[in-house]
């Protein structure tokens, strides 16, 4: 009987001691949030594997995320570690005292001085791309009444019919509402919807004019013309990674990738990624690896 126990003892000394060894080793899971358009999956799965690739640690990816405040309140209640976010969401209605700038420089060390503070995050410098709202029409309707600029399209705007992302109309200073205060006219209709079905829209003369995003490769695809912002009503929107400072103070390893990718896709290589995966029909792991190995961040 003595023996017997002892040797349960031994048994459960040991099951603890591996235990411990698991939790000193200090794997972790971290949290990657995802919007709904597909450069911030992209560019989530590069984390992802370059995470998993040169640490013990995992990531794992929540996506859809339907806006930036959403992920931002998420970070900021711990559920995220990591995101994918641009500079021009300093100006929506976040901080009181933030001076609207059109200079893409300024408005990111803007993100980084209000957002850092108040979420407990680093903000990096642009991860290399630009992903902006840009009014767009046919390229053909632009050559025909020879419209280059989003005023000219004000004597035209009554018989238009707008397609746009839902968050775009119910956002306050850079939305629908401050784009009317800014130029002075709305267009005949204007309907929420998401963004492919946007583009087919327009495509298909569903719509005549659509707040396209400029990395978005359909610009291309359905000879879209974007029009001049002649009034600088649109603020830059230069992406950067963001992660929570308590992550990287504790796991440097893991903040040495994040700034490692800093500066590393530029808005036309995006386009290319996001042309992979939305045109072509490939997966967004399957873009992100064949970037990363590319690239040399990957063997």
Known sequence: MKKLILTSLLATVLLVVAACGDDTEGSQTFEFGAQSYTDPKIVGEMVKMLVEDQTEHSVNMTEDIQASPQVLTAIDREEFDFALLYSGEVYNNHFDDVEFSADPQETIENAQEFFGPEYGITWYD?????????????????????????????????????????????????????????????????????????????????????????????????????????????????????????????????????????????????????NEVDIQGRSTQEVAQEFLEEEGFLN
């Open 126 to 274: 642009t991860i290399g791309f630009t992903n902006e709202y840009a009014i767009a029409i046919q390229g053909g309707f632009a050559d025909e009444e020879n419209i280059s600029t989003i005023s000219d399209l004000e004597p035209f705007a009554d018989d238009l019919i707008l397609g746009t992302d839902t968050t775009w109309i119910e956002r306050d200073n850079d939305g629908y509402r401050g784009f009317q205060e800014a130029y002075g006219f709305e267009f005949g209709d204007a309907n929420g919807m998401e963004v492919s079905l946007m583009y087919e829209g327009i495509a298909s003369d569903e719509v005549d004019v659509v707040t396209a995003y400029t990395v978005d490769p359909q610009i291309v695809e359905y000879d879209l013309r974007i029009l001049e912002d002649d009034q600088q009503f649109f603020p830059p929107y230069d992406a950067s990674l963001v992660a929570r400072d308590e992550v990287l103070d504790n796991f440097p390893e893991v903040a040495e990738i994040m700034e490692s990718l800093v500066g590393s896709i530029s808005t036309e290589r995006m386009s290319e990624l996001i």
